[in-house]
């Protein structure tokens, strides 16, 4: 018997098949041979201790290994297909494997054993080869190459709608809408009603390369539109466009653009739509027609019966409510204002921002400011124009909180708490503008200049100011304060009022200039 489970696990190891084949005792013809029959069916190391060599050699190679005792060696790949259709049971597989083999002679396993050798190929493949289209797997999405035509009623002027189409590939239910245009709007709509009619998500999201949809996709990387990976994340799928002229990966879409070009556009090319909404309405009852019409193939019943029977079950559930369509602005640097713009008014984002380049994620009631991915601000936005800027008092620096709290009531409160002169004061520069508000600057500087030299000194000057002016200025309280601050620290340093500094001596002023 040959080692395949040791031929498995050196391989995974990055051992050379010659290397292998001296291990083994095998030659290195059948080392190749396995080597290639485990990649094609998708086996590998590690592989489940439960599995045997014979059980394995079962699953490489069914034909050539056939067992030469007369049973006949299920068909596992088939079983396993069957059993994602509805109220299919081992069971019922196992007995028509029993008539199966008494058809043409060979002895069937019993249940038993049948199931545990089922259970051994599913560990070993890894359950990856339940059919060419696993049921909610995937969903195929393009739009038709042909168009319906809407006419002005007054005018007469024609214009194309344009067909959205999406397919589940396994049961071939298919979605479809029409629209006005092919803009990014509309094609993330249509995204949106197609799992909403589906009822469900699929695991996969398979586009064509169109600009709206996909940025780049080249051999080595694959580049997505930001708002369309925005909606794969919402609905938890995963986008994986088609390569560049392989339509095969999306076969099922282009089969279905054409049944819905044939059995939609086609059939309404002799209808005359005078609106949108007529046009729309026409391609829904089609699309109905569509999906309940009988396979002409092998295959039993409709898409929607096949789609109810071996797919519905298998999609993801919808998120509790739809995806809300967004759009992203090209990157833009904070101002000094620590404000950015939707193009209509501005709202704030964190001061510390200052500087920085931010995105701007905008949806019908959102505002979202994103900083190296994480978002940094939030806003509702706002349908009129503001002259002033929205602002989130949490994204202002302290001093500009401050100004938040300044009105009339607030000043008079701190004037009275310092003393009765800078009180007046403060009356003052709030009544002496036409508004208020005008006032305010300089009671906040008065505030800074209470901080400076304390309120005793500046309660003193401002009393002394009154005596002879009643029209006081933040200059004249501020120039008293600093020759009252220059006075007293030189006579802390002992000099006499009468000290003036340098002196000329009486030889200075002769008017021979002190030659004698």
Not at 14 to 33: K, L, M
Not at 437 to 448: D, T
Request: glycine share 6%; with cysteine.
């Amino acid at each position: 018997m040959v080692d395949y489970r040791e031929i498995l696990r050196l391989y995974s190891e990055n051992y050379s098949q010659r290397q292998i084949a001296a291990s083994v005792g095998s030659s290195r013809h059948t080392i190749s041979e396995i080597l290639e029959v485990a990649r094609i069916k998708g086996v590998g190391w590690p592989v489940d201790n439960s599995v045997t060599n014979e059980q394995l050699q079962e699953i490489l190679f069914p034909d050539k290994y056939a067992s030469f005792d007369g049973y006949l060696i299920p068909d596992f790949e088939f079983i396993h297909a069957e059993l994602a259709k509805q109220d299919v049971t081992l069971t019922l597989l196992w007995s028509e494997y029993v008539k199966k083999c008494e058809a043409c002679g060979k002895k069937p396993y019993m249940t038993t054993q049948f199931g545990d050798k089922y259970r051994a190929w599913a560990k070993v493949t890894k359950a990856t080869m339940r059919l060419s289209h696993k049921p909610g797997d995937a969903m195929e999405v393009d739009w038709a190459g042909s168009t319906l035509t809407v006419y002005d009623p007054v005018t007469g002027d024609s214009s194309p709608i344009y067909v959205f189409v999406a397919v589940l590939p396994c049961s071939c239910f298919t979605y479809a809408e029409g629209c006005v245009d092919m803009t990014q709007e509309n094609w993330l709509t249509c995204h949106i009603h197609a799992y909403e009619y589906f009822g469900g998500v699929t695991r996969l999201l398979i586009p064509d390369n169109l600009k709206t949809g996909v940025t780049k996709n080249t051999k080595y990387e694959t580049i997505l539109n930001r708002n369309y990976q925005d909606l794969a994340t919402y609905y938890n799928t995963a986008i994986v466009p088609a390569r560049v002229e392989h339509p095969k990966d999306k076969s099922h879409a282009e089969n279905s653009v054409k049944f819905v070009s044939t059995w939609i556009i086609a059939a309404l090319r002799n209808e005359h739509f005078f609106s949108v909404n007529e046009a729309k309405t026409a391609i829904a009852v089609k699309l109905e027609e569509l999906n309940d019409k009988e396979f002409k193939s092998k295959r039993i019943g409709s898409r929607r019966t096949a789609f109810l029977n071996e797919e519905a079950k298998y999609l993801k559930p919808l998120p509790f409510k739809p995806y809300e369509i967004s759009t992203w602005l090209p990157p833009i640097k904070v101002g000094y204002d620590y404000v950015v713009s939707d193009g209509l008014n501005k709202y704030s984002v964190p001061y510390d921002l200052i500087g920085k380049k931010v995105d701007i994620k905008l949806t019908v009631d959102t505002v979202e400011v994103y900083y190296h991915g994480s978002r940094v601000a939030s806003h509702f936005r706002e349908k009129v124009f503001h002259r002033d800027p929205i602002v989130n008092r949490d994204h202002m620096p302290e001093e500009h909180k401050k100004y938040l709290n300044y009105d009339v009531d607030s000043f008079n409160e701190w004037g009275k708490s310092i003393g009765i002169a800078v009180a007046d004061t403060i009356k003052h520069f709030l009544l002496s503008g036409k508004e208020p508000e005008q006032g305010f600057k300089s009671c906040v500087s008065l505030q800074k200049l209470v901080e400076k030299y304390g309120p005793e000194k500046v309660e003193s000057v401002c009393e002394n100011i009154f005596k002879y002016t009643s029209y006081p200025t933040i200059r004249l309280i501020s120039t008293s304060l600093k020759n009252n601050y220059c006075e007293s620290t030189t006579l802390a340093e002992g000099e006499s009022e009468n000290s003036f500094g340098i002196t000329r001596g009486e030889a200075y002023f002769r008017k021979d200039g002190g030659s004698k």
